[in-house]
């Protein structure tokens, strides 16, 4: 694996684990504020054109999180994909997914790209009604873009009636709009709106902390559901920004997950008052309690002190100084901050 960037002095280099290691460590976390990314090179794997995916549905919190755990750790016997959605703080899907060369008799064959099919997530819920462990096989490339359609659940917000039936047959195949145009028609009064009012946030916690993240979440965001869960394997990635793990097991590893909180407080719904900064900086403070970490595609709440007790910046700033980036690319902090701190902001 290597990177190609274009340094600030302009000139073009490559960065691997025998070339410039201590760039090629430092550029996961940077967002381009080490240089800018051209290209990248990455091993690829064979794969399979189906998945068998298993749905096992819980309306009890503990046993569905100690079932995602047990999928998520399983070592070589885990399921490629795994991931839960949770629809309340008892109500709770868990996923595990293999690839399938064809479909075979012990599930049914569900292709979800279909426009008239229901939105992913809806049909994910569907399957609390029986609370029976299910199995259907789901060409690979649906898989993947299991949720684009719907954006997640973030089509349900801006299209109501998108996923009744009706919509899906007649104007399905629209959908998802491009990004880029809910961008280009959005006013300063929507996205400031939507700044005060929208959750999108992804925290990474490790899954011995995944339970109380999800109670701090239901409180704090006033009960915003779906949450997306999603495993995620911690190492340690000397020279970026990103924090080792906090207690490693022999290989130096960690199970953390990625917690996706993303949609509208039941105060806004209700046209209630809710303090977004006062919710954001509560949960980033819980956040830096646990030693986890915030996404950085999202808005950042935290003071630049809080930010750097939060990330580790100590090697990331010898490698910013040694490739000449000071100056010229902000860091990750400069970039994300949306608190207002003048005074804190560097550029």
């Not at 096989?137 to 719907?150: E, G």
């Amino acid at each position: 694996m290597s990177f190609e960037l274009c340094l600030a002095d302009g000139s073009v280099v490559t960065a691997s684990a025998t070339e410039r290691p201590d760039l090629f460590r430092a550029i996961p976390w940077s967002y381009g504020t080490l240089g800018l990314l051209l290209s990248a090179k990455i091993r690829i794997v064979p794969c399979q054109p189906y998945v068998r995916l298993t749905y096992t549905p819980f309306r009890e919190k503990a046993a569905a999180l100690a079932h995602f755990a047990k999928l998520s750790s399983a070592g070589e016997a885990a399921p490629e994909f795994v991931e839960t959605l949770a629809y309340s703080d008892t109500d709770y899907v868990v996923m595990g997914g293999t690839p399938a060369a064809a479909p075979a008799t012990d599930g049914t064959t569900n292709i979800i790209s279909r426009w008239y099919k229901p939105w992913f997530f809806k049909h994910v819920e569907s399957k609390l009604a029986s609370l029976q462990e299910t199995v259907e096989y789901i060409p690979l490339r649906d898989y993947y873009h299991r949720h684009t359609r719907s954006m997640f659940w973030e089509m349900e917000m801006m299209l109501p009636l998108g996923n009744h039936p009706l919509i899906r047959w007649t104007l399905g195949w629209l959908l998802p709009p491009k990004v880029s145009f809910l961008k280009l028609t959005q006013t300063e009064f929507t996205r400031k709106l939507t700044q005060e009012t929208h959750v999108a946030q992804d925290f990474l916690v490790p899954m011995r902390d995944l339970g109380q993240t999800l109670d701090a979440c239901h409180q704090v965001y006033d009960r915003i559901y779906p949450v997306w869960l999603c495993p995620h394997v911690h190492r340690a990635l000397p020279g970026s920004i990103l924090v080792d793990p906090v207690k490693p097991d022999a290989n130096g590893e960690e199970m953390w997950v990625d917690v996706g909180v993303y949609g509208l407080p039941v105060a806004v719904k209700e046209k209630r008052i809710f303090d977004m900064i006062s919710a954001m900086r509560c949960i980033e403070a819980k956040l830096r309690e646990m030693g986890s970490v915030q996404m950085l595609y999202a808005d950042i709440f935290q003071t630049r002190a809080e930010f750097e007790e939060m990330f580790n910046h100590d090697q990331y700033r010898k490698v910013r100084s040694k490739y000449k980036a000071d100056g010229a690319f902000p860091e990750p902090y400069d970039k994300m901050n949306v608190i207002g701190l003048k005074k804190d902001r560097k550029y």
